[in-house]
């Protein structure tokens, strides 16, 4: 081989060892794309609560502050300041007896879409716009350590 030739057949290998370094990159970047995706609509699938709540306590706890104790109270009893002036008293988040008879979803609901929307008073706003759904997923976390109280089936016993 001469001199001329071995520098060209060189230059491919590096060409080629370019190329497939950039393939190699580009397919990882492709497969943590759909991990992505996937783990995004496996998330719409069913309620995950925990999911959200995750590292997000603290988080979830300042919205509840923010959002919701104006009416609900610091302490989740419905005795906010706002509560006086209402006609349908906020619910009391601490009553352990009534929100387990309520799902998480249920819950949800009525946070996102408004008292209306499951056919309680209208004095409970819809927090659509203002909490993205994780962070309403968190508020009802929050609730269910208020009441220190999980969803049981009516008919199932304690
Ligand atoms: C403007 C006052 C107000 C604010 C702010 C408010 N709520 Fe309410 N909420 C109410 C009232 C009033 C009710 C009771 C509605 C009824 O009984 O018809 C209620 C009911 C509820 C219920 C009861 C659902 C059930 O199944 O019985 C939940 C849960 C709830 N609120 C959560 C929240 C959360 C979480 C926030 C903050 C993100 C919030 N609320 C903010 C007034 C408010």
């Known amino acids: 081989m001469n ?3 071995m ?3 060189l230059f491919i290998i590096v060409v080629i060892s370019i190329l497939s370094y950039l393939n190699i990159t580009l397919m990882a970047e492709s497969k943590k794309e759909n991990k992505k995706a996937k783990s995004a609509t496996s998330q719409e699938e069913g309620y ?3 999911d959200a709540w995750k590292g997000k ?5 300042s919205n509840y502050m ?3 104790s104006p009416c609900h109270g ?3 009893r419905g005795n906010g300041p706002q509560a006086e002036a209402m006609e349908v008293p ?3 988040h601490t009553d352990g007896n009534y929100l387990s008879t309520r799902s998480d979803e249920q819950l949800f609901k009525v946070v996102k879409e408004g008292g209306p929307a499951i056919g309680f008073s209208r004095s409970m706003p819809p927090f659509d716009y203002t909490l993205t759904e994780d962070e309403i997923k968190g508020v009802v976390k929050y609730v269910r350590t208020l009441c220190n109280c999980g ?4 008919g199932v016993a304690k």
């Open 151 to 154: 969803y049981k089936k009516a």
């Open 48 to 50: 995950t609560a925990l």
């Open 66 to 68: 923010m959002y919701c």
């Open 57 to 61: 306590e603290a988080e979830a706890k």
């Open 3 to 5: 001199r001329k030739r």
């Open 90 to 92: 906020p619910r009391n």
């Open 7 to 9: 520098k060209t057949a």
């Open 74 to 76: 610091e302490n989740g």
